[in-house]
Each structure stands twice: as C-alpha cells, then as structure tokens.
C-alpha cells in the first residue's frame, strides 16, 4: 500500500513578512498568516496603522515584529531584510502587498504619477524579492507571493487604470521570471490577483450607488470580497499543500475576469 504524505496546510513557526501591512488586504494578509501560526513582520511606511497590526498580531499569540520601510527606496528594503534576518535569523515567506493608484485619463499623467505608482507597485516589490529572495537562497527555501490585481489581466471601460494596470501586468510576468530562476532553490514564487474588495481604499468607491452596481454586473459571484476570501488562498499558497506550484497567478475575484 502506497503511504500518502498528508500535507499541511499551515505556515506554523514560519517567520513572514507582508509589505504595506498596516491596512487592507495587507492587514488581513499578515493577520491570516498569523491564525495559521506565522511570526509577522509588518513592513509599513505609516507608523500609526504597522504598529497598530503589530500589535494585533502579538494579542493573537504570534511574535510581531514592525518595521517603518519605503518599498519605493531599496536602502529602506535591505534594511528591513537586514533587521528581520539579524532579530529572528531567517525569512520563509514574503507577501509584496504594498501598492498604491492614482486613477487619471492616460492624457493626464505627469511623469510622477507615474514614477510614483510604477517605484511601488512594480520596482518596489522587485527589490523586496531580490533582498527576500538572497536570503532564501541562502536557506534553499522559501515561499514568495506577489499581489497582482485583477487590473493586470482585463481593462473595464470608464476606469482610468493606465499605469496601475501596467504595473500588476508586470507583476504577473515577474512572478513567472522569478519562479524559474529561483526553483533550483527551493523557492515558490506566486501571484494572488484580487478583485474588489471591501477595503478602506476602494470604501468610497463601493460607496457610490452606481460604482458598486457595475462591480455586481461584472462579479459573477455577486459580491465583493472579504477578508477570509484572500486569506484562504494565501495560506494554501504560503503552506506545504502548495509545495509542487509556482510562477502561477491566482485569480480571486469572484469570477471577474471569466467575463
């Protein structure tokens, strides 16, 4: 009789850091990770709101660990790589979460518009991977997982996305540049695509009457996602139940880009 090596589908004892964990989905992520037995480090250029997950995280149980860090800066990066490796020895899994957007007609966008989403959203989880990514080498695993958006695989007319929707492509074929080079490693690099979710950025958009109807149009599922929708597949992803995949980017969107 064939013996079966049940996976598990944890991260117990793992040390990770999630990027722009202050809010959002970035809360939620390090949070989920930390119910599934992870030490969190909560890399956040806001003070207030990392502390503020930080703290959260260590009432649950886990070690925390908050660290101010500007993904738009590589020396604030390395540092941040630099503190985590020296106070806990290691790094298993890395979320590049940090993000940001700024909705303006492609005739509009100055220059630092979009050298501000681009040094984030694209260039800033590049080099959070590169820093990541040295010392996991080094240990011959690791898992990483980039957040792409539904925006990097569909355009929805009347959504000024332009640049930000370049930068979540770019992410999706990062993950798959990275997950080659890095599998003689041991290392797992993938991509979660959300679509919306009920997040304190996109409020005021779900707020509007109209914004939230054409979401349910195009959401086949008919809602927008909470919480547990993004968390369950990060620890599946993030877990030995993933072990044997990478360089794929998992759409969780309710089925918004079937349509």
Known sequence: MEEIKFPRMDVQGKIAIVTGSGQGLGRWMALGLAHAGADIVVSEINPQTGISTAEEVERMGKRSLFIETDVARVDSIQAMVDRVVEKWGG???????????IRKKVEEVTPEDFDRVAS???????????????????????????IASAAGLLVRPGIPNSVYAATKAGIIMLTKALAAEWSPYNINVNALAPGYFATPLTAPRLQDPQILQSIMDSTPLKRVGQAGDIIGPLIFLTSDAAAFITGVCLSVDGGRTVL
Not at 121 to 132: D, K, M, P, S, V
Request: glycine share 10%; hydrophobic share 45%; proline share 0%.
């Open 91 to 101: 790094i298993d899994i890395l979320v590049n979460n940090a993000g940001v957007n």
């Open 120 to 146: 984030i959203n694209l260039r800033g989880a590049y080099f959070c991977a590169q820093a990541a990514g040295r010392v996991m080498i080094r240990q011959r695993q690791g898992k990483i997982i980039n």
